[in-house]
């Protein structure tokens, strides 16, 4: 697999955990668990396990061990394919089913990831009003600076990503410690939650939201490409040693998310249930009873770990959808415009439910994200859940038959509950008379049964469909035999300069690639206001300085001994310069580097990526 289509690029094998023992071995591996556990107490689960606590009390605390136990399998089988076949779940789905179900696939998996990061956005928006009285509308707007703060994270490597996400976990952790001991839960009372029990009514509506809200599809996407970040070797040892580490920090990152869960129903349960507040519906409300109830200190924790828990499943959601883009559709785009793109995608929503409906809607859009959410979550598991089993593929490491069990066990519970989930919104959209009947019927429904036959399809397709070693298919193809190399003469060569200190390297470079033999077309583009409306008619002082500079290079160069033409172009740089390659029939264009960076590229653009990609000969570029 050539870099390009290695899974998050960018930061693929960064992270080297070669030579080290014991516990220097274990904290190389530890840090991909992390960026997982985030989404497993992101504003979706808070909404969940308030709902949970304040009217049931403790009850639900086995649902939550229940669901935790799941992520841990299900996010062992992402890592495992990770690390045993080098592909994300994004692209070994490519690589499965053709490509009429991997499109399908690639829409809900986006609308899954867009669904989330909703719930993250209204989250962090939340905690915002609740910490500073921003209103909401702005605290979505500053939602936007968090594509800037991952790609600047990005730029920086893996693990100060990592160190910014175990901080923003580490705040969350304290908080709700600190809010453990201002309201001092009956320990007893807690320990009898973990007794399972019969869930019927309103309590197994909520203990459906709780599983749906744990185990997030996006979450096992991500993982299997997170784990590729380390550099292992590649042998039965080397995987199985990554194997063993990345357990470890999954076990431990995913304990510590429930624990973070435990405590926000246990605070619920202690705070609202005991005191009679049953019909605690919404993140504000918890708010403002604690304030009622404890005093300032406890709702100020608890919004600043609404706040980190935001921040931080925004940057998680955010991956997730470069490497679903990039792994089913083999598709790569600029980091920044990717990831705000996802952002707006979410963001869109947000904006048009608070301009519509009014800052009181917000809590219906996170259920509907949370229903479209679960939705989406088979086409994850199942999946996974069959690559893993592959023996094919997997080799020694495919899972053996009491995991695979296990497995479809889990499976079977998450969609068989999701599915319930949705079938009961439905039945309340229908009831509900403010809702239009028709578009249920003629858009939902029909929508749903083409989502169910399609999750049947990826269920069913793998038994009988005989798989191929990955590298039969790599993207790219195998390596091409090179024979005898012949000298390529270039006849017309095409040189742009602008004037500047790196003229003379660019010029330098061209000559060498021709020598005396070749002919010469100094290119200059003329992009004055007046050159853009009036072309080669403009007279203008900048075109003539251009003009007469143009012609001292021409005389100097002749003295030289090389055969030298003027190319002058106007207007549009990009456009001009491919004009001018086509006209006079270049053989070989040379370009210098304008030297802009960072914000000044994505100001200006840049003229280099738009003439590569639109000439047909080939482009020498001197820095």
Known sequence: MSNKDESLSEVHASVNTAGKTGWRKLFAFIGPAYLISVGYMDPGNWATDIAGGSQFGYKLIWVLLMSNLMALLLQSLSARLGIVRGLDLAQASRNTYPNYINYPLYVLAQIAIIACDLAEIIGMAIGLNLLFGLPLIWGITITILDTFLLLFLMNKGMRIMEVFIVSMVFIVGVSFLTEMFIIKPAIDEVISGFQPSILTGNALYIAIGIIGATVMPHNLYLHSSLVQTRKIERNSKGIKDSLKY????????????????????????????????????????????????????????????????????????????????????????????????????????????????????????????????????????????????????????????????????????????????????????????????????????????????????????????????????VPHGDALEIKEIKPVDYHKIGVTVDFSENDRNTIRHALLQGGKHAEYHLIHIVETAGARFHGEKVLDYETKSDIDNLEKYKSNLEELGYKIEIAIGYGNTAKAICELVKSRELELLVMGTHGHSGFRDLLFGTTLEKVRHRVQIPVLIVK
Do not use: C
């Open 246 to 473: 990345n357990f470890i920090d999954t076990a431990i990152a995913l304990n510590l998310a429930f624990f973070v869960n435990a405590a926000i129903l246990i605070l619920a349960a202690t705070a609202f249930y005991k005191n009679g507040l049953f019909e605690v519906a919404e993140i504000q409300d918890a708010y403002k009873l604690l304030d009622h109830i404890f005093g300032s200190v406890a709702p100020t924790m608890f919004a600043i770990a609404l706040i980190a828990s935001g921040q931080s499943s925004t940057i998680t959601g955010t991956l997730a959808g470069q490497i679903v883009m990039e792994g089913h559709l083999r598709l790569r785009i600029q980091p920044w415009i990717r990831r705000l793109l996802t952002r707006l995608m979410a963001i869109v929503p947000a904006f048009y439910t608070i301009l519509h409906f009014g800052e009181d809607a917000l809590g219906g859009l996170l259920v509907l994200s949370q229903v479209v959410l679960s939705l989406q979550l088979g086409f994850a598991v199942i999946p996974l859940i069959h690559f893993n089993s592959d023996k094919a593929t997997m080799k020694e490491f495919a899972i053996k038959p009491w995991v695979k069990i296990f497995a479809w066990l889990t499976a079977f519970i998450i969609v068989s509950l999701n599915v319930q989930l949705v079938i009961e919104e439905i039945g309340t959209w229908i009831n509900d008379t403010v809702i239009s009947i028709w578009w249920i019927y003629l858009l939902v429904i029909p929508s749903i049964i083409y989502v169910f036959g399609l999750l049947l399809y990826v269920f069913i397709s793998p038994f009988f469909k005989k798989s191929q070693p990955d590298s039969t298919i």
